[in-house]
């Protein structure tokens, strides 16, 4: 079974919670993809990792993350699996607004400034997590290569339409929902 096939069973199987839910972006659905199931568990977070760094192989960036809570686990995921292949990727964490006390970064960990860097989120509906997320990286001088999720739930032309590479792991499509 490849990586992609074992972390889709895995998502399917651990993630996926049937039931109505409201989503951060207010939509409310009848089912609930709780990747944090996937992306903070031991047996799962490798597969994201190596699959995340395989759906954005062509891209070319050395530092990984996005608004955090959703991202920091992907980041830090593909991170170790970067380091197990060998290449150095350095990841980052986007806060929601600026610290108001010791440095006052709104960008925590290396630098980002004239950085190729990718944004990443574990799942978009709307895009605004990690549209927010890219906002903050270009104004601390980054340069956005795209945007990479496990799941997108409709995220995708709001993101392209941004002028944004986008890559998603999976769609719903690929779920058992």
């Known amino acids: 079974m490849s990586d992609r096939d074992d972390l889709l069973r895995q998502i399917n199987d651990k993630a996926v919670v049937r039931g109505k839910v409201t989503l951060s972006s207010g939509i409310e659905a009848d089912y609930y993809v709780d990747l944090r ?11 994201v990792g190596r ?18 809570l959703g991202a ?8 170790h ?3 197990g292949r060998g290449r150095r990727l350095d990841a980052f964490v986007v806060r929601k607004e600026g ?7 709104r960008i925590e960990g290396p630098d980002v400034k004239g950085r ?19 906002e903050a990286l270009r104004e601390a001088g980054a340069e956005v290569v795209g945007v ?11 993101v392209v339409g941004e002028g944004l590479e986008y890559r998603a792991a999976y769609t719903l499509a690929d779920l058992a929902v």
């Open 81 to 83: 699996a970067a380091a």
């Open 99 to 105: 610290k108001a006390h010791g440095l006052q970064r």
């Open 148 to 158: 990479a999720v496990i799941v997108d739930r409709g995220a995708r032309d709001k």
């Open 72 to 79: 920091d686990p992907v980041a830090a995921a593909m991170l």
């Open 37 to 47: 199931r996937i992306t903070l568990d031991g047996g799962s977070a490798p597969l």
């Open 116 to 134: 190729r860097v990718l944004a990443v989120e574990d799942t978009s509906t709307t895009g605004g997590s990690v549209l927010t997320a890219v």
């Open 51 to 68: 699959v995340m760094l395989d759906a954005t192989a062509d891209l070319g960036y050395d530092a990984v993350g996005g608004l955090t």
